[in-house]
């Protein structure tokens, strides 16, 4: 059983210079699969991803862990979070690991099946900063696993990436949601959120619309917002 989850947000709001960016958002997200975050620019969903990971704190409203109500600042080194452009430390690839390993106290002799895990175990000596960018994704969302998070937040992983790319970094996705690390995603891939995503949750102009099951989703939509935004795919 995931040790985090669930997590409860409520009645959050997050404004700037009184402008309302988020809006009233109640969500509960339980302690396992992929829950991906869907809709059009601007509708806030990176946004609520780093509310939820303590990057940043609403103006109002509560997010908590767990039935323990623990707060965001207690839970954070249960978390990791990858960003669409990751970020590489100056060092090798094998480096990169042992790093948040032993930031972990954790044993160095892990380094080869991560990266084997993540298909970079002949890249070990490179310069992380030398990898094409599918390759400096897949180790960031390697060094995040290394760190054995309780969830793991992703904002548009794939984006800009080709489709060999993509899929790699999706199968290491859902390889991470079988080890009990819970996915909560940003995505504009309509076909990827198709691929992988247990749950969708839509924002639309900063407020949630909808939170269902991927499939009924997307066989199903409940509000006119969601409807628009998947006829672009469909047609």
Not at 210 to 225: K, L, T, V
Not at 226 to 235: C, H, K, T
Request: hydrophobic share 40%; proline share 3%; charged share 20%.
């Amino acid at each position: 059983m995931n040790r985090l989850l669930p997590l409860n947000i409520s009645n959050v709001h997050f404004d700037v210079d009184k402008r309302q960016l988020l809006h009233a958002v109640n969500l509960r997200l339980s302690s396992n699969g992929i829950s991906v975050i869907m809709g059009h620019n601007g509708a806030g969903k990176s946004l609520l991803l780093r509310c939820m990971h303590g990057l940043l704190q609403p103006t109002a409203g509560s997010i908590t862990w767990a039935d323990l109500g623990a707060e965001l600042l207690e839970t954070r080194l249960q978390q990791a979070m990858v960003f669409q452009k990751p970020l590489m430390l100056n060092r090798t690839v094998a480096a990169n690991i042992y790093y948040v390993l032993k930031q972990r106290g954790k044993s160095p002799d892990l380094c080869q099946s991560i990266l084997a895990t993540a298909g970079l175990e002949k890249k070990t000596k490179q310069s992380a900063k030398s990898l094409s960018g599918g390759e400096q994704q897949r180790l960031a969302i390697a060094r995040a696993i290394a760190t054995d998070p309780a969830v793991l937040f992703l904002d548009e992983p794939t984006a800009n990436l080709d489709p060999q790319a993509t899929r790699q970094i999706e199968a290491q996705i859902i390889d991470a949601s079988r080890q009990n690390i819970k996915i909560i995603m940003v995505t504009h891939d309509i076909a990827q959120a198709r691929r992988i995503a247990g749950e969708i949750i839509f924002m639309h102009q900063g407020t949630l619309t909808e939170h269902s099951n991927a499939r009924r989703f997307f066989d199903q939509p409940q509000s006119d917002a969601a409807r628009d935004y998947l006829s672009a795919y469909i047609n």
